[in-house]
């Protein structure tokens, strides 16, 4: 029995790299299932599994191959819907270390809607978010003022944030020691500059990760392929096609305030267990909007995704 990581699924195949850095060629034994998970996938890149060597199963590209017997326990994973079994997820990936959400204020602009909606999911899956703002270069002094703002709300909140410009090279040892050591995936809107940082902090990465990502367009198998790429500094990055943020978990609304760390926290204090935070008399938290020490923005964002979740509850 030996030990070992899933870096690559492509279909029945799981690649697993052991405890050496020696590559096996892998299937899965039986239909072991996990416990409260229906997903489609048994197994996802970033597992770590039991598999014995077994040099008879036909691989095409190795003659080292074996069998997944087990997974050891999950510290998080992120799951996205079967789009035709509605009750199904596919796992994308497991035991990630942090989520990097590169940002832009401008040059594409990304809205405080898109990066809370980012942070929650983040905090439903209990995964600790960096966010870095990228093209710093380009902004003007309004641009810049307005990333200064942010960056305090949401390291008050206690979320990290870095400042980096892929062009001027500003930022890129601090975000590669940040990176360092960790399981990362790496998300934010097309054009925020990924590809460029990642180029930057390893160069060549980026080329693998385009690859799979094009097979991923082109191939049938769509949720099939996902990878992770080792960082030369430690870590990994996973590349997840198709997937530009998390899919928005099914949150019930009751929910959504304790992924607002900030929210959750005040909400304590107001009058009503059940306090949603909207029209209930002495609700601590709209006190705390109002005096400044939660985010307008948060806020916003946090309404916002209640009544979301309000519409998506109607048909019931
Ligand atoms: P992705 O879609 O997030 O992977 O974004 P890309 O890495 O492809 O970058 C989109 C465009 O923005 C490219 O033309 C990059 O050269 C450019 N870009 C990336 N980072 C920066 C930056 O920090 N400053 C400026 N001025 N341009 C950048
Ligand atoms: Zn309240």
New binding site residues.
């Given amino acids: 029995m030996k030990q070992g990581l899933v870096i690559k699924t492509t279909g029945s195949w799981y690649a697993v790299e052991d405890e050496n850095g020696e590559y096996f060629e892998c299937k899965v034994k039986g239909n072991f299932r996990i416990k409260d998970i229906k997903s489609t996938n048994p197994v996802a890149v970033g597992d770590r599994v039991n598999f014995t060597v077994q040099n008879d199963l036909k691989s095409k590209t190795t003659n080292k191959t074996g069998w997944i017997t087990s997974i050891q326990d999950r510290k998080n994973y992120i799951v996205r819907r079967s789009p035709n079994l509605s009750k199904q997820s596919h796992i994308i990936a497991a035991n990630i270390d942090q989520a990097v959400l590169?940002a832009t204020v401008a040059?594409p602009v990304t809205t405080t809607t898109f990066i809370d909606r980012y942070l929650a999911s983040a905090e439903a899956y209990r995964i600790p978010v960096l966010i870095v703002f990228?093209?710093?270069?380009?902004y003007t002094k309004e641009e810049t003022s307005r990333m200064n703002q942010l960056i305090a709300v949401y390291s008050k909140i206690g979320y990290s944030c870095l400042v980096?410009?892929?062009?001027?090279i500003?930022g890129i040892n601090e975000l590669k020691a940040k990176l360092a050591g960790k399981t990362n995936v790496i998300n934010?809107?097309?054009?925020?500059?990924?590809?460029?940082?990642?180029?930057l902090i390893q160069p060549g990465l980026?080329l693998k990760i385009s690859k799979i990502s094009e097979m991923h367009k082109t191939g049938k198998h769509t949720t099939a392929f996902s990878a992770m790429y080792k960082l030369s500094s430690g870590g990994y990055i996973i590349d997840t096609p198709g997937i530009k943020g998390f899919g928005m978990l099914d949150m019930e609304a009751w929910e959504i305030s304790h992924y607002f760390p900030e929210i959750f926290n005040i909400s304590k204090n107001c009058q009503y267990n059940n306090c949603s935070h909207t029209h209930e008399p002495g609700c601590a938290v709209k006190e705390a909007v109002e005096a400044g020490d939660v985010a307008q923005s948060r806020y916003i964002s946090y309404l916002g995704l209640l009544e979301g979740e309000d519409k998506y509850r109607k048909p019931h």
């Fill in positions: 590169v040059w990228n093209k710093t270069d380009l980096t410009s892929a062009t001027k500003l934010g809107h097309s054009g925020v500059g990924k590809s460029t940082l990642i180029n980026n």
